[in-house]
């Protein structure tokens, strides 16, 4: 099975998945642009601060790399852009814990300050939730494509299931050989 087989292409949660991917990409490209912008060296920790945060060239540079990635998870949409949003966002919580650890050391080559390290975890948030949205809860619907992909047996009517159970063909009931003989099924 294919990712892009799991869920259809006309599917509303593929829209959350792209708007989410896109919304956060640009923010991450305002970011980066306005780094850019004040012309800053790129290992910098002077603290120069844009947006309220602390910032250097290295990190306006990630903040582009990330932002175009999350704008091409917009593009491409469906469970890339979801699955892209949930990776990315786990990586900005990380990211978050690390630096947590690294201020006012040496090795906070990034240049980041609390305030940085907050939009990380909040923005790390938003994206994996963006991600998540309607593909990890304890109550989805049934006719969710997710739900029905882990749940084959209990699918909505009218839905085909999705998974393994729903590539093999049916089995026809076997008939014994004693009704067989007078041209009945059983039943």
Same mark, same amino acid.
């Given at each position: ?8 292409? $006309? *599917? *509303? ?7 989410? !991917? &896109? ?8 970011? %980066? %642009?306005?780094? #850019?912008?004040? !012309?800053?060296?790129?290992?910098? =920790?002077?603290? $120069? ?5 602390? =910032? ?7 903040s582009t790399v990330v932002g175009l ?7 491409? &949409?469906?469970?890339?852009a979801s699955t892209l949003n949930m990776?990315?966002?786990?990586? #900005?919580?990380?990211?978050? #814990?690390? *630096? ?10 990034? $240049? ?17 939730? #963006?991600?998540?949205? &309607? @593909?990890?809860?304890?109550?989805? !619907? ?8 882990? *749940? ?6 009218? =839905? @085909?299931?999705?998974?393994?159970? %729903?590539? @093999? ?13 007078r041209g009945r099924l059983p039943g």
């Amino acid at each position: 099975m294919k990712l892009r087989d799991e869920l259809p292409v $006309d *599917h *509303h949660l593929a829209t959350v998945y792209r708007y989410g !991917a &896109g919304f956060c990409g640009l923010v991450l490209l305002v970011f %980066a %642009a306005l780094g #850019f912008a004040d !012309a800053l060296s790129p290992f910098n =920790t002077s603290g $120069d601060t844009i947006a309220g945060m602390t =910032t250097n060239v290295a990190l306006s540079v990630i903040s582009t790399v990330v932002g175009l990635a999350l704008l091409g998870g917009a593009v491409i &949409g469906g469970n890339f852009a979801s699955t892209l949003n949930m990776t990315v966002g786990a990586l #900005f919580v990380l990211s978050g #814990f690390v *630096h947590i650890f690294l201020l006012d050391r040496p090795a906070n080559i990034l $240049d980041f300050g609390m305030t940085n390290v907050i939009f990380s975890f909040v923005m790390g948030l938003v994206i994996a939730t #963006f991600g998540m949205y &309607g @593909r990890v809860s304890s109550r989805l !619907a049934p006719d969710n494509p997710y739900y029905r992909r882990r *749940h084959p047996e209990r699918a909505a009517p009218g =839905t @085909r299931a999705l998974g393994p159970a %729903a590539d @093999r063909p049916q089995e026809l009931p076997v008939a014994n050989a004693g009704s067989a003989a007078r041209g009945r099924l059983p039943g």
